[in-house]
């Protein structure tokens, strides 16, 4: 977060603070001057996701592939400029800045909630002006980054601390970033991603030496000035009588209008006067209303202290310093060489949230673009709960207690409903069968081994009694057939338009690049296909904390989300799959794909089907119609029946509090209708199709969506009655999923029916 107003003041009330500078020649002069010294940016990346992420559509889930190739892009231009990137990421939410991270994300869901309001009125993606960036972007950049061959860091503290570590020490060329906390701290450079020109690489450097000339203060002065004026360590309100005091006395001597301004000033001409020791900070605790934390001045100033400095200000004999503060960490790992192990992987970036687990057993969720409003489908917190259960049980085996209860882990996780005021705590589950160990996991080798860690993963979303089938996949299908057999076990409103829309996309976004994908349009977005995109990307992630848990089974490449996910290629076959398009349609007349498809399909619905679930079809059509309330209504077919199945292990849809949970489960859904339409029909080259030859006197290009007659009057045009009897469909084990709905009629183009 930085200083408030901070940024601001530099910029407009501090001359020679901001000044445009040109990175390529900062490094030629550096390597003139530092012969052998390669200059070397370090780059906060989490401040840059929002810059890095230029692609138009940001509401459907991602455009991934776009998202690669604009980073590749900006790899690139540094690289030709001889400037070596170091990038760092926030490895954990330090318990000190607990509450401003809660803040953030509260203020997050109104954004989302206006979104999502904005997407159901317009049926359109807002304006950049309401940018969000897509679920888990933070978590596959790391991951994209070093596929394309970049040094990448997960910190083992908060990760600004880190990076100014790391500039001081190696000599940076500069930090780039966008937080005023690098203002503070006694390090490199500061460069602003912001005002980032990739072309020129130029950009706005910020410079410390002259904010405190401007403020009269020495540069060992501003941490105590940041925490005066409100950090993430230190809130702003503890200190705001304070401030006002400072400025009342100030404005008596000066007649500057801006409050801000006034306020900065006005502290740092108080710090001037009083004596730059101890004792002056303790003279200044006194004044402050500190409740029960009398040091948090004195930790504060100490939190921007970098590894052998010293502040005038605080006590030979005073120690909170926060690498200190990570060799204290007891993990919950009894076996030292496992835990080791999941620290280095961590900090190389190679994992997901295996060290926060093994080390404090506490983690968090950011925001999701869900609809809280959306009362069929649960978040995707309480979703993938089940799974999370067992990858914990998976991490946390070594840590069981006498009776074999494990850990308990904390869980931050953003989700509709949860204030987040407390953690929810989250009992693992162990998996059926039994649990390996990490040892057995991760440090075994061999083909047996191999296997035991590909089945332990699969049993973590429950598929270990398919786990052959799964093993037979090509391994980025293996994965997206996995996640979605754990979708429609664990949300019984998924339909058979939601999964063929899903498998759709995964086999066409082959061998499209990402111009093809930026060049593809959308005449309407769908506020539940937006929901559906960020589920789906939130379960990748959990593929990836599985892989991490069980060993890596998978290369962790295949489980990216560039290889599996487009939002808006999902987008176009959502919309296709509830407008009953033919699968030919569908798949975009490639031949090849049609029987992967249905390979696909059938053994969705073979694992389903053995644990009870009937997957239907709920054709949602009227939901693309602008101007419609955002409601979503269900096409009626011939011979619907209501059907209500309940699973013990699914996520149920209607309202209920889990047992140490805080976050009540979304609304009653709407009931469910099980398709009894049923066509007799043979198999022939792998389309099921039925025993009737066609008319040739009917144009066989017609589809019944461009009929103009209503419902009832379909049986009074030869065009649709034809277009009944070409309908795809099939029956696989005992479970069916058509392909299209025949009755849903709009506008024939030209002539009536």
Not at 368 to 396: F, K, N
Not at 523 to 530: E, G, N, Q, T
Not at 707 to 713: G, R
Request: some cysteine.
């Amino acid at each position: 977060m930085g200083v408030k107003g901070l940024l601001s003041f530099v910029t407009n009330a501090c001359p020679g603070a901001s000044t445009m500078v040109n990175l390529k020649e900062m490094a030629e002069n550096q390597r003139s001057s530092c012969p052998g010294c390669p200059p070397v940016i370090v780059v906060d990346a989490m401040s840059c996701l929002r810059q890095w992420y230029t692609p138009e559509s940001w509401v459907c889930g991602g455009q991934w592939q776009e998202y690669l190739s604009h980073l590749d892009k900006f790899i690139n231009t540094f690289t030709a400029a001889g400037i070596k990137l170091v990038f760092y990421f926030d490895g954990v939410v330090e318990q000190k800045k607990r509450d401003e991270w809660v803040r953030r994300r509260l203020r997050n869901n109104k954004e989302i909630a206006k979104i999502f309001q904005f997407i159901k009125t317009n049926k359109q993606q807002p304006g950049r002006q309401m940018f969000f960036i897509p679920s888990g972007l933070s978590t596959f950049t790391r991951f994209a980054l070093k596929s394309l061959g970049q040094e990448v860091i997960c910190s083992l503290q908060e990760a600004d601390y880190e990076v100014a570590t790391y500039g001081l020490q190696n000599n940076c060329m500069g930090i780039l970033g966008e937080d005023t906390d690098y203002l503070i701290y006694d390090t490199s450079p500061y460069f602003s991603i912001n005002k980032l020109c990739l072309d020129r690489l130029e950009t706005v450097m910020f410079s410390r030496q002259h904010l405190c000339s401007r403020l009269g203060l020495h540069i060992t002065d501003l941490p105590l000035f940041a925490c005066l004026l409100g950090t993430d360590t230190v809130p702003e309100n503890t200190a705001a009588g304070f401030r006002n005091q400072c400025v009342a006395s100030f404005c008596a001597k000066s007649h500057r209008s801006d409050k801000r301004t006034n306020t900065i000033l006005a502290v740092a001409n108080y710090i001037s006067t009083i004596p730059h020791s101890y004792n002056g900070l303790r003279v200044l605790e006194e004044m402050l209303p500190l409740g029960s934390d009398k040091f948090i001045l004195a930790k504060g100033i100490q939190s921007y202290l970098l590894p052998g400095q010293q502040s005038p200000w605080l006590s030979c004999d005073f120690s909170h310093s926060p690498a200190a503060s990570v060799e204290q960490i007891m993990p919950l790992s009894l076996d030292q060489e496992i835990f080791q192990i999941a620290k280095e992987q961590h900090m190389r970036a190679e994992t997901y949230m295996v060290y926060n687990v093994l080390s404090s057993g506490e983690v968090e969720c950011s925001n999701t673009l869900e609809d809280e409003y959306d009362t069929e489908l649960p978040g995707q917190a309480h979703i993938y709960c089940l799974a999370r259960q067992h990858i914990y049980s998976v991490l946390l085996e070594s840590g069981q207690d006498t009776h074999g209860a494990y850990p308990i882990v904390k869980e931050w996780f953003v989700c509709a409903g949860n204030s987040l005021q407390q953690p929810d705590l989250v009992q693992p589950r162990q998996l059926p069968g039994g649990t390996p160990s990490l040892r057995t996991l991760w440090l075994s080798r061999g083909p047996e081994a191999e296997k035991l860690r590909c089945c332990t993963f699969l049993a973590c979303f429950q598929l270990q009694d398919v786990a052959e089938e799964i093993r037979a996949l090509q391994a980025s299908i293996a994965a997206a057939c996995s996640l979605l057999i754990y979708l429609a076990l664990q949300v019984d409103t998924l339909s058979i338009e939601d999964l063929n829309a899903f498998v759709a996309q995964t086999l066409c976004l082959e061998g499209k690049s990402a111009a093809q994908l930026a060049d593809l349009q959308l005449a309407l977005i769908d506020s539940r296909a937006v929901q559906l995109g960020s589920l789906f990307i939130r379960g990748l992630s959990m593929l990836i904390m599985a892989n991490s848990a069980c060993g890596f089974p998978y290369r962790m490449d295949d489980l990216m989300a560039w290889h599996l996910f487009d939002g808006k290629l999902f987008q176009e076959k959502y919309q296709q799959a509830h407008r009953g398009w033919p699968l030919h349609e569908l798949l975009e007349g490639n031949e090849s794909w049609l029987s992967e498809f249905q390979n696909l399909m059938s053994l969705i619905c073979k694992v389903c089907s053995a644990k009870g679930r009937k997957i239907q079809s709920r054709r949602r059509e009227n939901s693309f119609v602008p101007g419609s309330t955002g409601i979503h209504h269900f096409s009626e077919r011939r011979g619907r029946r209501a059907s209500r199945f309940q699973n013990p292990d699914r996520i149920p849809s209607h309202r209920y509090h889990l047992p140490d949970r805080g976050c009540p489960w979304r609304g009653p859904q709407t009931p469910a209708f099980s398709s009894e339409f049923r066509i007799p029909g043979s198999f022939s080259d792998g389309i099921f199709t039925r025993d009737i030859q066609p008319c040739l006197a009917v144009d066989p290009s017609f589809r019944i969506d461009d009929c103009a007659l209503s419902n009832a009057e379909h049986h009074q045009c030869q065009q649709c009655q034809q277009s009944i009897i070409n309908v795809n469909s099939a029956e696989m084990t005992n479970v069916s999923f058509p392909v299209q709905s025949p009755y849903s009629c709009q506008k024939m183009q030209g002539g009536q029916g």
